[in-house]
T-cell receptor, first 115, second 117 residues
Framework: DTGVSQDPRHKITKRGQNVTFRCDPISEHNRLYWYRQTLGQGPEFLTYFQNEAQLEKSRLLSDRFSAERPKGSFSTLEIQRTEQGDSAMYLC?????????????FGPGTRLTVL | AQTVTQSQPEMSVQEAETVTLSCTYDTSESNYYLFWYKQPPSRQMILVIRQEAYKQQNATENRFSVNFQKAAKSFSLKISDSQLGDTAMYFCAFMKSYGGSQGNLIFGKGTKLSVKP
């Protein structure tokens, strides 16, 4: 049983560049979440999908951020025109909606550094 | 809006002793879940324990147990027989429940726990 995987694990980019992260959830999970975690803080919710539908977006998700889950499996999170304030750990989690526990299982995260 | 507060930024405990981490939350919801997640250094977040708000009985998972006080909106985590592997950031989290359809997690800022040999 493979867990949630994220790629890349680390990304260094220059301000103004675009970056894209990928998340592969646990195979039978229909919900997928994106969170952002800055140093010394707890994760903050960004957005989530049920299957391919994006059901909720946080106010934190500016117009420069876009997320997709085209076939209800893996998801991508793109940040356009990166800013230094985007530097953070981006976490993905998945769960099975309607299950007894509906627990969110987290991936290892992608650490983004914007220079 | 819901908020989660962890008032202890750092704690330490001797190996084999017991430690309690505090968490309070604020919500007007009646149906919700509470969680404790553990994030070891440079490793991914894993679930420690969860509590359904409608259950009066406190959840227990091996050495981990909670003290859930719904009226006081308090949800503390007790770790018994602390082990070196318990060293980690511990996050308390809240999740609304809409009749079986759950949503996103709201996290506290975390408590850094160090277990000393």
């Amino acid at each position: 049983d493979t867990g949630v995987s994220q790629d890349p694990r680390h990304k260094i980019t220059k301000r103004g560049q675009n970056v894209t992260f990928r998340c592969d959830p646990i195979s039978e999970h229909n919900r997928l979440y994106w969170y952002r975690q800055t140093l010394g803080q707890g994760p903050e919710f960004l957005t989530y999908f049920q299957n391919e539908a994006q059901l909720e977006k946080s106010r934190l998700l500016s117009d420069r951020f876009s997320a997709e889950r085209p076939k209800g499996s893996f998801s991508t999170l793109e940040i356009q025109r990166t800013e230094q304030g985007d530097s953070a750990m981006y976490l993905c989690a998945s769960s099975l909606a309607g299950s007894v526990t509906d627990t969110q299982y987290f991936g290892p995260g992608t650490r983004l550094t914007v220079l | 809006a819901q908020t989660v507060t962890q008032s202890q930024p750092e704690m330490s405990v001797q190996e084999a002793e017991t430690v309690t981490l505090s968490c309070t939350y604020d919500t007007s919801e009646s149906n919700y879940y509470l969680f404790w997640y553990k994030q070891p250094p440079s490793r991914q977040m894993i679930l420690v324990i969860r509590q359904e708000a409608y259950k009066q009985q406190n959840a227990t998972e091996n050495r981990f147990s909670v003290n859930f006080q719904k009226a006081a909106k308090s949800f503390s985590l007790k770790i018994s027989d602390s082990q070196l592997g318990d060293t980690a950031m511990y996050f308390c989290a809240f999740m609304k429940s809409y009749g079986g359809s759950q949503g996103n997690l709201i996290f506290g800022k975390g408590t850094k726990l160090s277990v000393k040999p």
